[in-house]
Every structure is written in C-alpha cells, then in structure tokens.
C-alpha cells in the first residue's frame, strides 16, 4: 500500500473528523445524519493514520509531496 496523502491532507481530515464528532456527542447533529457523519469521521481519522486513501486510488490522485531522486 503506498501512501498518497500528504500532510496537510491528512491534518485537514483529522480537524474535520473531530469537528464532526464534537457536533456528534454534543447531540448539534442526531439521527441517521449524525451516524452517517460519525461514521465518515471514523473513515477519515483511519485513513490519516495509515496515509492511505482508497478512492485517491481510484481516481489516480495523490497528495503526496514528490520526492527529488537527486538529493
């Protein structure tokens, strides 16, 4: 599995995930909504940690910063 997600991507899902989840367990957000948003939000904090995003794949997309061969 190799990474395509940069940095900033992956802190931009992280800050959504907990925003996301404070809306939760404040009850802001409820019902099918709300599991929904839950859900996405454990999706993005698992795809931060692993730096991995399966639908980045699926449309050729990485986030990733190039790595220069010459250095």
């Given at each position: 599995?190799?990474?395509?997600?940069?940095?900033?991507?992956?802190?931009?899902?992280?800050?959504?995930?907990?925003?996301?989840?404070?809306?939760?367990?404040?009850?802001?957000?409820t019902g099918?909504?709300?599991?929904?948003?839950?859900?996405?939000?454990?999706?993005?904090?698992?795809?931060?940690?692993?730096?991995?995003?399966?639908?980045?794949?699926?449309?050729?997309?990485?986030?990733?910063?190039?790595?220069?061969?010459?250095?």
């Amino acid at each position: 599995m190799k990474n395509n997600m940069g940095t900033t991507d992956r802190i931009i899902r992280t800050l959504i995930a907990v925003v996301i989840a404070i809306l939760y367990f404040t009850n802001i957000i409820t019902g099918t909504l709300g599991i929904v948003l839950l859900v996405l939000a454990v999706i993005f904090v698992l795809t931060s940690l692993v730096s991995f995003c399966p639908l980045y794949t699926l449309v050729g997309l990485s986030t990733c910063p190039v790595k220069n061969k010459d250095a």
